[in-house]
């Protein structure tokens, strides 16, 4: 199981068009994610500002797409990164995260 965060007018758009294709994968060439320990540690500092996340739990045995681990930014951490479309089929939970008071998200993952 891999994890992504998103906008809610993000996961809205995929919806509607029955795939997840972020601006991000024609920029960068590849989708961010986390597993489940990156989540907790790091996630909660992703997307400052937006007040509502949408959680994807997504299936990577179920993607289309490749899904690599790598540390693109030699942090010594490797990071599950998506190359291509995430097909809606793949993702097997989606939760709407709010903010603290902090400005921090506040999520449990079980």
Known sequence: MIFHLLTKSEWEK??????????SLDIEGY???FTKEQLIKEGKDVLP???KVILLEIYSNDLESLVV?????????????VYGHINLSAI?????IK??????LEFSIS
């Open 14 to 23: 995929a919806q509607r068009e029955g795939v997840y294709w972020p601006e």
């Open 31 to 33: 989708i961010d994610c």
């Open 49 to 51: 500002g937006v007040e």
């Open 69 to 81: 681990l790598e540390d693109t930014t030699e942090s010594g951490n490797l990071y599950p990164h």
């Open 92 to 96: 097997k939970g989606v939760h709407e």
């Open 99 to 104: 903010r603290s008071q902090s400005g921090t």
